[in-house]
T-cell receptor, first 111, second 113 residues
Framework: KQEVTQIPAALSVPEGENLVLNCSFT??????LQWFRQDPGKGLTSLLL?????REQTSGRLNASLDKSSGRSTLYIAASQPGDSATYLC??????????FGKGTLLTVNP | SAVISQKPSRDICQRGTSLTIQCQVD?????MFWYRQQPGQSLTLIAT?????????ESGFVIDKFPISRPNLTFSTLTVSNMSPEDSSIYLC??????????FGPGTRLTVT
């Protein structure tokens, strides 16, 4: 059974800092890995999708990497802003589109 | 990307009653899913809603408690039956696209008293 762990559970940083969120998974036989953002009481916004054959994906200030063999992914956020404050969820995609989620990292960016 | 809407956005229900949640997508999609997010927890897949056939449920979820309909390629409903306070959660639908990327609706926040 796939298990996904995210570290740290919470992170508070000053505005402008670069930061890294970590995600690890137990079964390396994955189809893809997806990073989401969830604002309080809201649904999920897809940030980046990395296919199992890829090493990284970039979108604006976000960069996600994937090391399938070691069961790890990182989400790098450059020059953080208060608007980046949210919960960031890592989800590993298996067969039939099924996603297994981590518990998330609660990020607070202080002005 | 797909645009997904859910109704209702939130509800407060009494124990023992049922609530049906609707999920509407702006384009035809093959794969639709229902997830539950209990307070302070991450998302757990309830079932895959299959068009024209019965839903496929994950371990720990049963059709009698969470009946699902999928009448066409843009719409699905999830019913939470005979509710108890333990059913208080956010319920989200999602759709799969080419490349296996998933998009989520805004969620339905359910409180059972």
């Amino acid at each position: 059974k796939q298990e996904v762990t995210q570290i740290p559970a919470a992170l508070s940083v000053p505005e402008g800092e670069n930061l890294v969120l970590n995600c690890s998974f137990t079964d390396s036989a994955i189809y893809n890995l997806q990073w989401f953002r969830q604002d309080p009481g809201k649904g999920l916004t897809s940030l980046l999708l990395i296919q199992s054959s890829q090493r990284e994906q970039t979108s604006g200030r976000l960069n996600a990497s994937l090391d399938k063999s070691s069961g790890r992914s990182t989400l790098y956020i450059a020059a953080s802003q208060p608007g980046d404050s949210a919960t960031y969820l890592c989800a590993v995609g298996g067969s039939n589109y099924k996603l297994t989620f981590g518990k998330g990292t609660l990020l607070t960016v202080n002005p | 990307s797909a645009v997904i809407s859910q109704k209702p956005s939130r509800d407060i229900c009494q124990r023992g009653t049922s609530l049906t949640i609707q999920c509407q997508v702006d384009s035809q999609v093959t794969m639709m899913f229902w997830y539950r997010q209990q307070p302070g927890q991450s998302l757990t897949l309830i079932a895959t809603a299959n068009q024209g056939s019965e839903a496929t449920y994950e371990s720990g979820f049963v059709i009698d408690k969470f009946p699902i309909s999928r009448p066409n390629l843009t719409f699905s409903t999830l019913t939470v039956s005979n509710m108890s306070p333990e059913d208080s959660s956010i319920y989200l639908c999602s759709v799969g696209s080419r490349g296996y990327e998933q998009y989520f609706g805004p969620g339905t926040r359910l409180t059972v008293t």
